[in-house]
């Protein structure tokens, strides 16, 4: 099994430029969740799902959109990026159930807006 | 608001000694709380979770405290190794559904040999 795999690893954009990023977890899990990750600010959640065609807002939504056609995907997308959205982003997966409680996240993807 | 802290940014210790995290946090009742490893260039990955009912939990060389009296958690790595440096992060269940986690900024923990 790959886990969770996001793509791509490394982006530079441009002011005003969209992207998209994938993120695909093999583990049949119902929730996944995008994060961004800056220096001395820790993880902060931005979107997340708790099952396919079903998105919800997190603490940093604003920039941002995504969608969750297919269970194992999870994509984030930027419409117009802006220089605050540089930081290296996550994506985690998780289950649903109580037994089983911890996220499994992916290599990140570190994106650069100038 | 809801607020996490780790202690410090970053922790040296002595190879063979006790490394301790601290987690602490306000305005929040969590249902568990969970500990993470992070090394550069990484996604975080899981270490241990302890929930609300229960003191303490360990795992091999690990073991993790939870006081909700003091909104407090402990981190220790006993008989630390160079291979245990690395930033651990704590993370809290922000709510009942969805799982969605909140984490602290991290802790840097060298391990000095």
């Known amino acids: 099994n790959a886990g969770v795999t996001q793509t791509p690893k490394f982006r530079v954009l441009k002011t005003g430029q969209s992207m998209t990023l994938l993120c695909a977890q093999d583990?049949?899990?119902?929730?996944m969740y995008w994060y961004r990750q800056d220096p001395g600010m820790g993880l902060r959640l931005i979107h997340y799902?708790?099952?396919?065609?079903?998105?919800a807002k997190g603490e940093v939504p604003d920039g941002y959109n995504v969608s969750r056609l297919k269970k194992q995907n999870f994509l984030l997308g930027l419409e117009s990026a802006a220089p605050s959205q540089t930081s290296v982003y996550f994506c985690?997966?998780?289950?649903?159930?109580?037994?089983?409680?911890?996220?499994?996240f992916g290599q990140g993807t570190r994106l650069t807006v100038v | 608001s809801q607020k996490i802290e780790q202690n410090s940014e970053a922790l040296n210790i002595q190879e063979g000694k006790t490394a301790t995290l601290t987690c602490n946090y306000t305005?929040?009742?969590?249902?568990?709380l969970q500990w993470y490893r992070q090394d550069p260039g990484r996604g975080p990955v899981f270490l241990l979770l302890?929930?609300?009912?229960?003191k303490e939990k360990r795992k091999e060389r690990l073991k993790v405290t939870f006081d909700t009296t003091l909104k407090q958690s402990l981190f220790h790595i006993t008989a630390s190794q160079p291979a245990d440096s690395a930033t651990y992060l704590c993370?809290?269940?922000?709510?009942?559904?969805?799982?969605?986690?909140?984490f602290g900024s991290g802790t840097q923990l060298t391990v000095l040999p």
């Open positions: 302890i929930r609300e009912n229960e």
């Open positions: 993370a809290l269940d922000r709510s009942g559904s969805a799982r969605q986690l909140t």
């Open positions: 583990m049949n899990h119902e929730y």
């Open positions: 799902s708790v099952g396919e065609g079903t998105t």
């Open positions: 305005n929040y009742s969590p249902a568990y």
């Open positions: 985690a997966s998780s289950y649903s159930g109580d037994k089983r409680t911890e996220a499994f």
